[in-house]
């Protein structure tokens, strides 16, 4: 059973901090993770995508991959209100027959001004 | 350029129906992914149907089946429901993969079926 786990929330920081969620997976072929971004009622939209080791910017999102380590974190900087949303991480296996996603339960961030 | 689009919204059915669910993809996408997301549970996978044929299956019963048709667009059919089946499903799609890289999926507004 491939898993994917999230640190459990909820998380609580406020406005203009850094939030780091953090994720780990236990199926050492995954090849691909994303983070997506989930509003309470709405469905997930994606948000950062990693594949390699290192880390990844786009904008306020950072995130770190460590195969080594099986581990994949999210860093939001200048934390707003509006991030406020449950985040998800999904990994993806390697291999042409095998597309679906493993998510995690998620970890819910609440930013406060 | 239009996103997944996912119908009904919602959809209420008495225990022992059948519900169909559609999906329409990305414009492009071929991959089509139905999730089921019930309250206070996390994401979990149903189906992934691509170039029309079923090529993974999540651990669910069979009276959860479906389909792709020939435009890439998708049924998600649930045969006598049950009280648990009440959720929110998600269809999701994304493009062909190239190399050891996986174009990421894109998630429709979903369809919240509630049972009677």
């Known amino acids: 059973q491939k898993e994917v786990e999230q640190n459990s929330g909820p998380l609580s920081v406020p406005e203009g901090a850094i939030a780091s969620l953090n994720c780990t997976y236990s199926?050492?072929?995954?090849?691909?993770f994303f983070w997506y971004r989930q509003y309470s009622g709405k469905s997930p939209e994606l948000i950062m995508s990693?594949?390699?080791?290192g880390d990844k910017e786009d904008g306020r999102f950072t995130a770190q991959l460590n195969k080594a380590s099986q581990y994949v974190s999210l860093l939001i900087r200048d934390s707003q209100p509006s991030d406020s949303a449950t985040y998800l991480c999904?990994?993806?296996?390697?291999?042409?027959?095998?597309?679906?996603?493993?998510f995690g339960r998620g970890t819910q961030l609440t930013v406060w001004p | 350029e239009a996103g997944v689009t996912q119908s009904p919204t919602h959809l209420i059915k008495t225990r022992g129906q059948q519900a169909t669910l559609r999906c329409s993809p990305i414009?492009?996408?071929?991959?089509v992914y139905w999730y089921q997301q019930a309250l206070g549970l996390g994401l979990q996978f149903l189906l992934w149907?691509?170039?029309?044929?079923?090529?993974n299956r999540g651990n669910f019963p069979p009276r959860f089946s479906g389909r792709q048709f020939p435009n890439y667009s998708s049924e998600l059919n649930v045969n006598a429901l049950e009280l648990e089946d009440s959720a929110l499903y998600l269809c999701?799609?994304?493009?062909?993969?190239?190399?050891?890289?996986?174009?990421?999926?894109?998630f429709g507004d979903g369809t919240r079926l509630s049972i009677l």
């Open positions: 999701a799609s994304s493009a062909l993969t190239t190399g050891d890289y996986y174009e990421p999926q894109h």
């Open positions: 199926d050492r072929g995954s090849q691909s």
């Open positions: 990693i594949y390699s080791n």
């Open positions: 999904a990994v993806r296996e390697r291999g042409s027959t095998l597309g679906r996603l493993y």
């Open positions: 414009s492009g996408h071929t991959s």
């Open positions: 149907y691509d170039e029309g044929e079923e090529r």
